[in-house]
C-alpha cells in the first residue's frame, strides 16, 4: 500500500511539473525576444521600436508633431556617437520609418532640434539580445 501511493505521489509530481513547464513555455511562445517599446513621454516626438522585419533589420518608426510647419532637424548617432543620418524636414505631421542592420549597433541616439527655437529632444534606444532555453526531463 506504501509504496502504491508513493508510485501515485511521484506521478503526480513529474505530471505536475510537465504541466506547469507546459505552461510557462506557452505563456512565453507568445512574446517574442525583442519585444516594442513605446519610449516617448508626453512630447511632440514619438520614437517607437517596431522590432525586426524579415530581412534582419531594426524598424524603427519616428513620429513628430509639428502644428506650426517650423523647420527642424533629425539627426541619428550610434553608440560611438558617430553621425549615421542628419535630415532637415518642416512637415506639420511627419512620420518616417527607419531601418538598421541588426548586429551593426547596440545603441541609437535620436535628436529633433527645432531650427529657430533651438529646442531639442533626445531619445535612446539601446538593443539587447535575449535566449531562453528550458529542458524538462521526465521518466514514464
Known amino acids: 500500500m506504501k509504496k502504491q501511493t508513493i508510485v501515485t505521489s511521484v506521478k503526480r509530481i513529474v505530471f505536475g511539473s510537465v504541466v506547469s513547464s507546459l505552461m510557462f513555455l506557452s505563456a512565453n511562445a507568445s512574446v517574442s525576444p525583442v519585444r516594442a517599446y513605446d519610449i ?3 512630447s511632440k516626438a514619438e520614437v517607437k521600436y517596431n522590432g525586426i522585419d524579415k530581412n534582419q533589420l531594426h524598424t ?6 509639428n502644428p506650426s510647419g517650423a523647420s527642424f532637424n533629425l539627426i541619428i548617432t550610434d553608440a560611438n556617437n558617430e553621425m549615421i543620418f542628419k535630415g532637415n524636414y518642416a512637415d506639420k505631421d511627419f512620420s518616417k520609418t527607419f531601418k538598421f542592420p541588426k548586429d551593426e549597433s547596440s545603441k541609437l541616439s535620436f535628436v529633433i532640434e527645432e531650427v529657430k527655437s533651438k529646442k531639442s529632444e533626445q531619445y535612446n534606444v539601446s538593443f539587447e539580445t535575449i535566449s531562453f532555453e528550458n529542458a524538462v526531463i521526465s521518466k514514464n
Do not use: E, L, M, P
Open 60 to 65: 524603427i518608426q519616428v513620429k513628430f508633431s
Open 40 to 42: 516617448s513621454t508626453k
